[in-house]
């Protein structure tokens, strides 16, 4: 752990960049040791969260306990929640309904199994999870999407910039159409599915990818920094 926070604090563009913002978010265990390391330029996020305040609830974690560490954002729907434990989109709507009343940031995951994209169904799956989120969310002000193929995630592959950007447009569009052209226009819409130091210049120049959710290769300073720099450097094109 404490190997892996040196390696992103000599990163000097994880420390002054001005573009690009960057969260990190370490297992629950971490959270507090990973946030007294780190300088206020990158924020904490956790993995996970409960549905509301209180209760008896073995083994979750609160929003308020989150924000007493010091989070500032939370992830999820991600496709290992999803999928291996079985949280339905409902049940992450709440979560995410509860964690913005608490001014906690959600990032709201989105993607579709190989079977779905297979099929001609990755619109349909990441529009009935977008639904989901849109019916319980108060406010779309504090909330970045990210879509995962989940086919993509941990296996090496990666869709390529055009069928990323296909469905970041397609999300975008849903977002117009379904919520409002201003929300469409602010929400950030970042891409999941093993995005690594070799395929995020690319990735990065697409119009609707406004960033990324990165897993393995967030695990080597050098190649997390390099594909912070491709967020920052489409920024300063523009």
Do not use: M
């Not at 009343?101 to 779905?116: F, H, K, P, R, T």
């Not at 009935?128 to 970045?144: H, M, T």
């Amino acid at each position: 752990l404490f190997y892996l926070l040196n390696q992103l604090l000599t990163q000097k563009n994880l420390s002054s960049g001005k573009f690009a913002d960057v969260v990190v978010a370490p297992p629950f265990l971490y959270i507090d040791q990973v946030k007294s390391s780190l300088t206020d330029r990158i924020e904490i996020s956790a993995q996970n969260c409960w549905t509301g305040k209180g209760g008896a609830f073995t083994g979750e974690i609160s929003v308020e306990q989150l924000k007493d560490l010091g989070c500032k954002w939370v992830i999820l729907g991600h496709s290992e929640r999803r999928h291996i434990i079985g949280e339905n989109d409902e049940f992450i709507g709440k979560k995410a309904a509860y964690a913005l009343s608490q001014n906690v940031g959600v990032i709201a995951c989105i993607g579709e199994l190989l079977e779905e994209r297979e099929a001609g169904k990755t619109f349909d799956v990441c529009f009935q999870q977008l639904k989901s989120f849109a019916d319980a969310l108060p406010s779309w002000d504090n909330v970045v999407i990210a879509y995962e193929p989940v086919w993509a995630i941990g296996t090496g592959k990666v869709a390529t910039p055009e069928q990323a950007q296909e469905v970041h447009a397609a999300v975008r569009g849903w977002l117009s159409e379904n919520v409002s052209a201003e929300v469409a226009s602010k929400t950030r819409i970042i891409y999941g599915g093993s995005a690594n130091g070799n395929n995020c210049s690319d990735l990065a120049k697409k119009e609707d990818i406004d960033g990324f959710l990165v897993g393995g290769a967030s695990l080597k300073g050098p190649e997390f920094a390099s594909i912070v720099n491709s967020v920052t450097s489409k920024k300063v094109a523009a």
